[in-house]
């Protein structure tokens, strides 16, 4: 079985804090991503990631970043934590054939004071 | 304009009867893949169904069924026989292009409520 570990389920950081959300995949996957989930707007892409050390914009990339040097790690950096970044925070993998499906962790909940 | 819209918020169903959750998608792209996923209050995203713009029936997983009308764009989640674990937020998503380095567009959802 395909797994995602995100390494908390539930963070609370201050307003200005540089904040590090950590995804591992166990299954080789090419590409990897980071969605944001707010009630009622669905997941909104923030980066992905398909290649060591390569990354692309999402639809809403603005106040983070990422990084990836190894093949099974991907971290989602928020430079200057704001209260608008409190959400839901969802990691997924996926192969680059086939079907492309994602498979994902089971989120980190992210609130920001 | 929204590439994949989920009209129904929130849907209810008795237990052992089936459902039908919406889903509508807007590409240009010829080749595309269909996907849905539950979302138990857990969090955790499952990947249930999928299926490929040129593939001629539609996709069967179990108790899931894909009604896929391409014509008409949409690519509708049957479930039959409701259970009581079926109760989750449903979300329908789209890969536009071939396989490769892509991310999916995923609608805002259906809270299904399965009832005794």
């Known amino acids: 079985d395909v797994k995602v570990t995100q390494s908390s389920r539930y963070l609370v950081k201050r307003t200005g804090e540089k904040v590090f959300l950590e995804c591992v995949q166990d299954m080789d996957h090419e590409n990897m991503f980071w969605y944001r989930q707010d009630p009622g707007l669905g997941l909104r892409l923030i980066y992905f990631s398909y290649d060591v050390k390569m990354k692309e914009k999402g639809d809403i990339p603005e106040g983070y970043s990422v990084s990836r040097e190894k093949k099974e790690r991907f971290s989602l950096i928020l430079e200057s934590a704001s209260t608008n970044q409190t959400s839901m925070y969802l990691c997924?993998?996926?192969?680059?054939?086939?079907?492309?499906?994602?498979?994902f962790g089971a989120g980190t909940r992210l609130s920001v004071l | 304009a929204q590439k994949i819209t989920q009209t129904q918020p929130g849907m209810f169903v008795q237990e052992k009867e089936a459902v039908t959750l919406d889903c509508t998608y807007d590409t240009s792209d010829p080749s595309y893949g269909l996907f849905w996923y539950k979302q138990p209050s857990s969090g955790e995203m499952i990947f249930l169904i999928y299926q490929g713009s040129y593939d001629q029936q539609n996709a069967t997983e179990g108790r899931y069924s894909l009604n896929f009308q391409k014509a008409r764009k949409s690519a509708n989640l049957v479930i039959s026989a409701s259970q009581l674990g079926d109760s989750a937020m449903y979300f329908c998503?789209?890969?536009?292009?071939?396989?490769?380095?892509?991310?999916?567009?995923f609608g805002s959802g259906t809270r299904l409520q399965v009832q005794p």
């Open positions: 998503a789209m890969r536009e292009g071939q396989t490769g380095r892509r991310a999916l567009t």
């Open positions: 997924a993998s996926s192969n680059q054939f086939a079907k492309n499906i994602q498979y």
